[in-house]
């Protein structure tokens, strides 16, 4: 068997003769666990203050590693001390001849025996479960686009007269995932560009030329706009689980909302925020982040919520929208294979067919991005 294959298998279960697929690694025992030895291995007092992080996240680092060569390529003999001068790895001859007049070396055992429970080790750990945690979500969402790619298209026949077309040069964003769009009292738009390597929301005036951009540390999921001027922003992906607040005056961030779970879709009505909250469904509470109600929603893929005196929900994977009551309680469901994965909606003056509608569509297969005047 390949030794990187014994890597993946769980070491006490491999000496008791059976062969379980390990998903922890503790740096300590430097051994990898499979679920049910984990939680043996966290209950024991001597090892339930070890760090432990994925299997994924090992070998990760383990590719980081740099090899050493364990013996002096001039003495041949092995190094075994740190010279502190030069920071160099160097043998007991080494001190004699080449690093003779340098501090006295100190044993490479002692410089290096609290690297594995440094801080630097565990954000590192920690980063590197975040990246793993962002990839299997962008892999699931490439999948579900694959399988909805060849939806059929609505059947209505609509009169389209083309309004704005605004195009984002390649140049100044190599690449962007735009999720969500606000536009604000003052007719400026803003965008949630949720791309992993681009964590702006981009600004954009009125006739759709660009305003700025207002950065931010981690990769935005939704955002909402209350009193006016400010916004509120879900961060699902990082381990800090947030809604950031910002002011547009100022462009100044009030303290964080911190939420234990995954934050995804959010909305604002009447003083009160609506928060898609996985495992606990529709979070409410006011902008300080006192909870003042939960209503749990049937769905797995519901990840947006619009407000307008009831609640409005999506669900990508069931092809639904669904309507509740303030309560939490089921007015209605529509659902259509037509839809393709919906996603995030809005309201169209109290009635769901007018004659003249401005709708901004949101084509998420391509990520393209367009204003239309739609004439029933």
Not at 118 to 133: E, G, H, I, P, Y
Not at 140 to 148: F, H, T, V, Y
Not at 287 to 306: D, E, M, Q, R, W
Not at 346 to 367: E, P, V
């Amino acid at each position: 068997m390949d030794v990187n294959d014994k890597k993946d298998l769980c070491s006490p279960c491999e000496f008791k003769g059976k062969t379980e697929t390990a998903t922890a690694w503790c740096t300590e025992c430097e051994e990898p666990f499979c679920i049910t030895c984990f939680e043996n291995h966290n209950a024991h007092r001597s090892s339930r203050d070890h760090h432990v992080i994925s299997v994924e996240g090992n070998k990760m680092l383990e590719s980081l590693q740099i090899p050493l060569n364990e013996y002096c390529e001039v003495h041949d003999q092995e190094k075994d001390l740190c010279c502190s001068l030069h920071w160099e790895i160097i043998c007991q001859l080494c001190t004699q001849t080449t690093h003779g007049e340098c501090v006295p070396g100190a044993r490479l055992s002692e410089v290096t025996k609290n690297t594995k429970t440094s801080t630097f080790v565990t954000m590192l750990a920690s980063n590197v479960a975040d990246v793993v945690d962002e990839l299997r979500d962008i892999l699931r969402d490439k999948e579900n686009n694959k399988k909805n790619r060849s939806q059929c298209p609505i059947d209505h026949q609509l009169k389209l007269s083309k309004a704005l077309v605004i195009k984002i040069p390649r140049e100044s964003f190599p690449r962007s995932t735009i999720l969500r769009c606000i536009i604000l009292p003052n007719k400026q738009m803003i965008f949630v560009d949720s791309h992993a390597r681009n964590k702006p929301l981009t600004v954009l005036n009125e006739d759709g030329t660009h305003d700025g951009n207002i950065n931010m540390t981690s990769r935005p999921f939704d955002i909402a706009v209350f009193d006016n001027n400010k916004i509120a922003i879900s961060f699902p992906w990082r381990t800090k689980k947030r809604i950031g607040i910002i002011d547009m005056i100022n462009n100044k961030s009030d303290p964080d909302i911190l939420l234990k779970n995954k934050c995804y879709g959010i909305a604002y009505d009447k003083k009160r925020l609506f928060v898609v909250v996985k495992t606990e469904g529709i979070v409410i509470m006011d902008i300080s982040g006192n909870k003042s109600a939960c209503l749990p929603i049937v769905g797995i893929g519901i990840f947006y919520v619009h407000v307008n005196n009831r609640l409005y929900c999506s669900d990508e994977c069931n092809d639904t929208v669904q309507c509740y009551n303030m309560e939490g309680c089921s007015i209605w469901i529509c659902k259509d294979s037509n839809l393709g994965s919906p996603r995030s909606k809005t309201k169209m003056h109290r009635h769901f067919y007018t004659k003249k509608i401005k709708i901004l569509i949101q084509y998420h297969y391509y990520y393209s991005h367009i204003f239309f005047q739609f004439i029933l």
